[in-house]
């Protein structure tokens, strides 16, 4: 077990200055709303797989992706492509570290999926990026998410041995009251399909292909659960840099897919073949040429009612690749009982990177809020303007809270970081029964695309109700 030293960053500032998206200009270089913890020197990860991040019995559990740079220069060196765990002991300040596979892929789709399990042992499920049909997954000791034990590999089907868009990637973990654990995987025709296990993890079985999209790549799911018997999800239709997509939503419950009204419109499949596709479902937003959607995040209201975040690139229309995403958004959407209303959040800013125009900061909804979201961006939420730092003149993507009192039709905005000197990523709210929030996020000066080349540093900051 590796532990590595904690570097807690304090920056003094008032409260008084936080406020409005544009008093960033007002705060300290590199400032922080309280102070953060740097849990990893460098990990990503993607924003498909769920859940990346727990807390339990007071201890912050985070899975990350190192990257030692370009890929083809990082071969041979002693840490290239790890998956690893960071641990962070919330009371007592104590991060510890442990390299769950070494040198697996330099992928940020290979962060893992984390459980608790009913004696105390946590499951961790994680894939390469469809490179190959296998899903690994490892059990820790009771309550010690810092030993493990050796992979053990779930090879899942294919229709067709050499066609690659039948491989595994992503990897979403539900367990029912049954005692019977869910995992949704990326797997047969590049779409979203299942595989359950009814002995805690131990043996799995293939269950079958779920939902399919326009067929050029895949539908992108997010997942949410009640705990007790349902499965909520978002869908598109395929990736945004091969489709004008639209949000879709709908619902498993006891074997079957609901739309939003309750109706039931296919029985999960339990073969190869996808019982229904996308626009089967409920559309909650429609995508056209200067609205190319992809989804972010879905959370449940105390009632159960679902609420999302997704973006949006407004500046795609009849560029080719590589030459639209300087004007992305953010949009929150909320089931009324009855109805969705979906709102424009917020400016996401500029793509993350060339190669792909649709990639922004991202959005965390906080799970215990259907009211506030933590989002990344490098433009003012609210009018769009570029956030320059005044530590380096540069432009940096920082983290912002948001609050509706109107069901997100109007937001008030206050940063968590302004000034940066580094970019602020990929925010991450885990569930937690406390009156705190736990965020955590990936901090670092680049990231250039997710097949290993970032340079970003895995945080966490503990807010207080009152911050």
Do not use: C
Request: overall charge negative; charged content about 20%.
């Amino acid at each position: 077990m590796a532990s590595r030293p904690v570097r807690v960053m304090i920056v003094i500032a008032a409260i008084a200055a936080l406020g409005t998206a544009g008093g960033g200009a007002q705060l300290p270089a590199n400032y922080v709303a309280g102070s953060f913890v740097q849990l990893n020197d460098n990990g990503a990860w993607s924003w498909f797989m769920d859940e990346r991040v727990i807390v339990d019995k007071g201890k912050l559990i985070v899975g990350s992706v190192r990257s030692l740079g370009e890929f083809d220069a990082t071969q041979g060196q002693p840490d290239w492509g790890n998956v690893e765990i960071s641990v962070y002991d919330i009371e007592t300040g104590r991060a510890d570290h442990v390299v769950l596979h070494r040198h697996f892929e330099q992928d940020d789709h290979d962060a893992p999926a984390f459980m608790v399990l009913p004696d105390g042992r946590y499951l961790a499920v994680y894939t390469k990026h469809a490179v190959e049909r296998k899903v690994y997954y490892r059990f820790s000791q009771p309550g010690d998410p810092l030993a493990w034990s050796d992979a053990q590999i779930f090879e899942t089907p294919g229709k067709d041995k050499e066609f690659a868009g039948d491989n595994a990637t992503y990897s979403n973990l539900f367990r029912m009251p049954d005692g019977r654990i869910y995992n949704f995987f990326r797997g047969i025709g590049h779409d979203p399909n299942y595989m359950y296990s009814d002995a805690d993890g131990k043996t799995w079985t293939y269950g079958g292909h779920i939902l399919q999209g326009k067929g050029g790549y895949s539908p992108y799911l997010k997942y949410a659960f009640d705990n007790e018997r349902t499965i909520h999800f978002i869908a598109t239709e395929d990736h945004p840099r091969n489709y004008d997509n639209s949000i879709y939503y709908g619902f498993l419950r006891d074997g079957e897919i609901h739309a939003s009204d309750g109706k039931a419109i296919a029985k999960l499949s339990t073969s190869t073949e996808a019982p229904l596709a996308s626009w089967d479902l409920t559309k909650v937003f429609q995508g056209d040429p200067d609205n190319v959607a992809w989804t972010v995040d879905i959370e449940l209201d105390d009632q159960h009612r679902p609420y999302i975040a997704f973006s949006v690139q407004k500046d795609g229309r009849g560029l080719p690749p590589r030459q639209g995403g300087m004007d992305l958004r953010y949009y929150y959407g909320r089931w009324d009982g009855s109805k969705w209303h979906v709102h424009e959040m917020a400016y996401a800013g500029t793509r993350l990177y060339p190669y792909e125009d649709d990639y922004s900061g991202l959005v965390a909804l906080d799970p215990q809020d259907p009211n506030t979201v933590f989002i990344s961006t490098n433009a003012d939420p609210v009018t769009g303007k570029p956030l320059i730092s005044a530590a380096d003149g540069q432009r940096h993507y920082e983290l912002f809270r948001g609050e509706t009192a109107d069901g997100g039709a109007s937001w008030h905005w206050q940063p968590i970081t302004a000034n940066s000197t580094v970019n602020n990523l990929r925010p991450l709210v885990p569930k937690w029964k406390d009156e705190r929030t736990a965020l955590v996020w990936m901090r670092g000066p680049s990231y250039t695309n997710n097949h290993g080349n970032w340079t970003t540093a895995v945080v966490a900051l503990i807010l207080s109700p009152k911050w």
